[in-house]
């Protein structure tokens, strides 16, 4: 156990305004937090909500499956922080891949790139995102809750559906890799989870959808709240998998 360690972040891909705001507004609550989207424009309101609030936050743009820019979104926060001066508490994935549907024998090359893009994201942003989270196990702050990496997924996580191959394909591999690495990293003591988000989150998106249903979708801030939950379990009781649905949800 150390110390020399001053900070414990919390890490957010897909840091967009809706339920990736959500989350880093939460985790913002206890920790410095990290947002990553591609465009700035996505991160700059959110960055001063939070420091309005009293929070910390920064914004890094990067896109996440490209080469190199997981690996320099954390060279950055070495600089930042110092190296070997940070931890990882938290790391959520919740890029939002391209949700279309599409006949299947109509489409062209876009039909793997939703896969592409989501797989290589998720797995990029692990491959970064975990030394952090083991250094924290064996450095971070003592009674610091369990370092924890969850990924964001959807209804199509579990099911694909009529001209929703690509983006099922590309939620099912986020699902295979967190139940991958929830095996191999849990035992190290990282708590690693999945969620389905199994109905419409109520965003701005999302407004014209079940306009005249009160609470036909989900709110995004309780799906922070119940990340934020899963963060808080501690290591002899970690949930690997949620879900959450609106009451009138059909599944
Ligand atoms: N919306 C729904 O009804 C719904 C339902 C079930 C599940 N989900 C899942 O919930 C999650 C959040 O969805 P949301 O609609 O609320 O979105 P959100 O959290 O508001 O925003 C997600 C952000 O991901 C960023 N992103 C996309 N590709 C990226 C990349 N390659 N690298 C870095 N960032 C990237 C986008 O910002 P940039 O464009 O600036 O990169 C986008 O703003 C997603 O995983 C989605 O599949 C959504």
Redesign the pocket.
Known sequence: MASKLTKSIAII?????????SIARRFAQTYPVVL????AS?LDPLVEQITQAGGTAIGIP????QPGAMESTMQQLERQYGRDHFTVAAAVF????K?SRSAFLDSGEEFLASLE?TAR?ASNFSKAVLPFLLRAVEEGPQGQLPPTLVF?G?TASLKGGSGLGSFAMSKFAVRALAQSLAREFGPKGVHVAHAI?DG??A?E??KEYLADKPDAKID?DWIAEAYWFLHSQPRSSFTHELDLRPYCETW
């Open positions: 891909a897909g840091a967009g305004p809706g339920t990736g705001a990553l989207a591609r465009r996505s990067a896109d996440v499956t919740n890029v939002a891949s949700f893009a994201g964001t959807a988000i419409i989150i965003t998106q999302t995004p």
